[in-house]
């Protein structure tokens, strides 16, 4: 009896195993493109259940193994495309499944950010949010900074490198920028992590600075989502009234049907940084002299990444190194990028996820602007190049800044529940910075004594946390909601340091101790700490409606102790109308949405210190003098802004967006001095008194007219408005930055030009008696509106032409309108007297001789023309609107210029080799392809300078758009290789 019983169980033992296997299957089939029929690689198919999945091959195929029998949803997702998910009985060994994806020409299925922990497709989107795939444009072009990545992609945005250097600051112009408060730039994070977003610049070069941004490898970018104002950027509270910046970096991704799980791609990149713009006699006072300084500056870039995994774990890494030369001397830039991002699932519950990336960035800047010691300042200023420094000397300074910068993050998500999500994540932001700058011993330059160093320190240090928790639940079966809470934390710590002596006695040594005269030297710190807990509010009833309520309670180190508690709330609304059958069969898509949102600006980090005191050394020792003098009801400006917009998509390929705004600010702080009876001068007060608006419209239009198997035509138009004012400041003077040019002052634009100017007079014979001032506002000595710094209107226009089914033509050209520029440079090669037009004029008007090429050149003299004539007249006027001041003011306005211009920013032609060699490599080589790519290739403009996008004074000062000795950007022309194995 025994034996049989000890015969059945091994009988069992063999068979179970069996069974258990017989209940397994594999899920395989073929996924194209719905309108042409061609196999989609790459396309991701994941079994949502168990979470098991593939990407196809080449051919399009794929195949799961290992798939318990059941019934499953089959998602299959691919970038351009709709995702298609469709049931699937694994009941057999083997299941085949077919899947034609529809091309997503308006980009309705891309999953956007829409707030913080919130994320939808833009068919169900309440706010205006826009979406970059980095990925895609990386296909044509190697981007060497985010500017270029994100300019001209995207509405209600710009942005702007503040010169031509390689590594220098970038502003981001979001909509109106209403605030009054802040540098205007939004808050940026990568991967969860709130990174820093400064431009350093240490010991100056004349304006320029370099910016922390310039850190990020885009190689690593997988895309972009920008929330641009506070409807949709609320629950992220204070400092996020200048919108949100979500960069997300690449993942791993499933191999698909090879004997590999993983890719391994390669993309190496040559080419060369030239000067898109020679100067000429008109704004140059030496201009052979000046343009023979500019090169070819080398571009060299190799980047390497390998991108796998399994059901369990993915993984991404990279490896890139670009070095880039300057057009001009003394301009480069050595980035390394390291990357290592990965995915691991250890249950089908849990999520963990770790993101780390480092960079060591070496860049060295030119001297310009406002300084003496640049090649512009001396050869763009007198017709006697070098006046005031040598050139010898000007290429033997050097200015180099190293920096070493670690960004990670790691966040877990758990599904407890089967509609409840817990996720938790923990982010850092590191930065060391060095600056070493040397002024030779043997050389000679002004102020500076047998030479000079400087090193300036920056350590930076950021914390982010996060943590929230997401609930989905049925009010009803046609009413859905979700219920989230969370709360973040940030943390800061900076820490500086500078040294400076001079007098060395060989420029062979350069240790700063070898220096016999201490200049200067301090340090400085910095903490600064913010949290907040939010709660939010969804709801979807039948696809048709769709509204959130959200609510934040802020608190930061910088809000003042006896100050209100602050919140930000917010509410959006959107309604499908085509999913009510109303709509005419060419409209396939149609959606009204409003949102509102109230986020701030913090205030300065003493402001609401009530005394802040310093150690003074005196002959009877030290002691301590009042510093500075805060308020402690101060809270931070608050920017309310409330937006509505209409999305649409006509005949399945064209696509129209458009959004109207409304924004204000009230709170903003403006400073006040106190009465001298009151002892407490030693700084002025800060008050919570301003209030400034502002508006726009940003539009887009798109459409695909063209799509075949071997063709096809893709067309993108953007147009933004945008414009503000300041109501008021409480009382208080108008405030100008730092040159008295730029101002806010109630009743204009933010940051407007405001200045003198001249105009002509006449005798009673019609000969030119002299300048006089253009009368102006009686309330600010006779100043006048000049102009805004920035575009009422911008926008671009892009083109993507796929013909013969392997070439790829792809353009952008971007515009702007409205803006205004001073020419600073003009303004002093007037008062050295280099100004060329000037000159011929004071010669037409018979005030001075002029030979434009001297007395043996072939040009004859200028002749002076018919006193009282009209092109006499129109002369005079246009020299009396070239004086550089009069009566005691600076005349600034007779320099101010329009800045509208229109660019050829990019082009790019690429040729796919990939089916060519396929039959060679025994689909070894998944793809391979050759671009020519070029930026800054062609510009119109009315501006009489290089460029009209400089500022000389960086990315992040009160002054704007003003054109000093600034290094206009360069013309790109390279070359690119990619490879994926």
Known sequence: MRMHQLRALCLLLFVIPGIALAQQGTVSGIVTDAESGDPLPGANVVL???????????????????VPYGTYTLTVSFIGYRTVEREVSVQSPTTDVSIALMPDYTGLEEVVVTGI??????????????????????????????????????????VQPASGNIGGGIRFVMRSSTGLNGDGQPVIYVDGVRIDNAEVEGFGVGGQGVSMLANLNPEDIASIDVLKGPAGAALYGTSGS????????????????TARPFSVSYKGVYGANSQAREYTKFNAGTPETANAFFRNGLISQHNVAVSGGSNQVRYFASYDKRLEEGHLPNNQQDRQSFRANFEAFPVQNVTIRANTGYTLNEIARPQNDNNIFGYLGNTLLSTTPFIFTDSLAIESIADDQRIQRFVGSADVEWQPLPRLQLRASVGYDGTNLRQDQTYPANLSYSGVVNGERNIYNRTNQQYTYDFNARYSYDITPSLNATTLVGAQAFNRILRTSFFTKQNFSTELIKNIGAGADFIDGDEGFLHAREAGIFAQQEFAFQNRFFATLGLRRDFATAIGSEAAA??????????????????????????????????????????????????????????????????????????????FGLEAEFLNNIGLETTYYLQSATNSIIDFANVPSSGLTASDVPFNVGEARGWGI??????????????????????????????????????????DINVIKEGMPRSAF???????????????????????????????????????????FSMNVRFLKNFNLNVLADWQLGGSIFNNTAYFQTLFGANYRRNVLGAQLGLRPFDPDGEDGPEAPIEALEVGSDAYRAAAE??????????????????????????????????DFTDLIRKYTNDQIRSISFTLSARNLWMTTKYSGADPEVNFDGSRSASRATDFLTLPQPRSIYGSLSITF
Do not use: C
Not at 60 to 66: M, N
Not at 608 to 629: H, K, M, N, Q
């Open 48 to 66: 949502s259940q168990i979470r098991q999945g593939a990407a196809t091959d080449l051919d399009g195929r794929f195949t799961i193994s290992a």
């Open 117 to 158: 922990a919130s994320a939808t497709s833009k068919a169900r989107a309440e706010v205006a949010v826009s979406r970059i795939d980095a990925e895609q444009l990386q296909e044509n072009y190697a981007y060497q900074d985010v500017s270029q990545l994100m300019n001209g992609k995207i509405t209600g945005v710009s």
């Open 242 to 257: 200048n919108g949100v910046v979500l960069i997300t970096t690449k993942r791993g991704q499933l191999a698909g049907a």
């Open 566 to 643: 602050i919140y930000y709330p917010k509410a959006s609304l959107a309604i499908r109308i085509d999913e009510f059958d109303v709509l005419p069969a060419a409209i396939n898509f149609l959606k009204l949405r409003t949102a509102y949102g109230e986020t701030g600006q913090l205030p300065g980090l003493l402001d609401a210190s009530r005394l802040r005191w310093e150690a003074e050394p005196s002959g009877y020792g030290a002691g301590a003098v009042l510093d500075f003098i805060g308020n402690v009801e101060i809270e931070p400006e608050r920017i309310r802004e409330i937006e």
């Open 698 to 739: 940003e539009t887009s239009l798109s459409a695909s007219p063209l799509r075949t198997r071997n063709y096809g035509l893709d067309l993108t138009f953007i147009w933004n408005y945008q414009d503000n004012e300041v109501r008021d400041l409480g009382g208080a003077q108008p405030i100008y930055d730092g040159f």
């Open 754 to 796: 405001y200045t003198w100017g001249t105009r002509a007079t006449f005798n009673e014979d019609g000969s030119y008696a002299g300048p006089e001032l253009i009368p102006g506002d009686e309330d600010a000595d006779g100043r006048r509106f000049y102009g805004i710094p920035y575009p009422k209107h911008n926008g671009s």
């Open 878 to 911: 246009e020299y009396a609107g070239m004086e550089t001041s009069f009566q005691g003011v600076s005349t600034d306005g007779n320099y101010i210029e329009e800045a509208d211009f229109l660019k050829l920013r990019e082009v790019s032609l690429r040729y």
